[in-house]
């Protein structure tokens, strides 16, 4: 079965706490990505990935790090420098694309945060 | 700042009708366009996608694009009550990093 995992499904952190969110794909995709959606709002991109070892800051990157170690793994770990978290978390993947390219999302089921 | 526009809803419309849903977008040189499904507490899943001005069809589902007008819609017919969810829009914008900026989101209500 391809896909993308997330895990876990629900967090809970305390105030001052580093957390960790796992995002697992094996759809041998270039490309994965971060994202956070707050209740009635779109997602906003966290951070990005289109290569191994290399990854990009998106709109709302700070208080928020992640690695790309490997092409199948990209998780995003939640400082507490990040003074909002609580929020529904969404990792995708998708092959990398060139210019004008058609370059569909795939997304993980999602992680949600709470800080307690 | 590159924008994608969505009324935010909710859309209510009858089993069986038409819904209708509008999707703005600021930046002229935008060349890919998405809609995902979004059901409350899951995760986006993609329904259609549309590239070239004109109509594109898919079963009850029909994305249309007008670029000069810089706007993207998604026809839903003969709408049904598992048809209720979020739809978001998301645009490729020009730039070279092709990252996907979402709109808000439409939520749809179909009623029995």
């Known amino acids: 079965d391809g896909g993308i995992t997330q895990s876990p499904k629900y967090l809970f952190r305390k105030e001052g706490q580093n957390v960790t969110l796992s995002c697992e794909q094996n759809?041998?995709?270039?490309?994965m990505y971060w994202y956070r959606q707050d209740p009635g709002q779109g997602l906003r991109l966290i951070y990005y990935?289109?290569?191994?070892?290399?990854?990009q800051k998106g709109d709302i990157a700070e208080g928020y790090s992640v690695s790309r170690e490997k092409k199948e793994s990209f998780p995003l770990t939640v400082t507490s420098a990040q003074k909002n978290p609580t929020a529904f978390y969404l990792c995708?993947?998708?092959?990398?694309?060139?210019?004008?390219?058609?370059?569909?999302?795939?997304f993980g089921p999602g992680t949600r945060l709470t800080v307690l | 700042q590159k924008e994608v526009e969505q009324n935010s809803g909710p859309l209510s419309v009858p089993e069986g009708a038409i819904a209708s849903l509008n999707c703005t977008y600021s930046d002229r040189g935008s060349q890919s366009f998405f809609w995902y499904r979004q059901y409350s507490g899951k995760s986006p899943e993609l329904i259609m996608f549309?590239?070239?001005?004109g109509d594109k069809e898919d079963g009850r589902f029909t994305a249309q694009l007008n670029k000069a007008s810089q706007y993207v819609s998604l026809l839903i017919r003969d709408s049904q009550p598992s048809d209720s969810a979020t739809y978001l829009c998301a645009v490729n914008i020009s730039g070279g990093s092709y990252i996907p900026t979402f709109g808000r989101g439409t939520s749809l209500i179909v009623h029995p």
């Open positions: 759809l041998n995709h270039d490309a």
């Open positions: 990935s289109q290569i191994v070892n290399d990854f």
């Open positions: 995708a993947s998708s092959t990398a694309s060139g210019v004008s390219s058609y370059n569909e999302q795939f």
């Open positions: 549309i590239y070239s001005n």
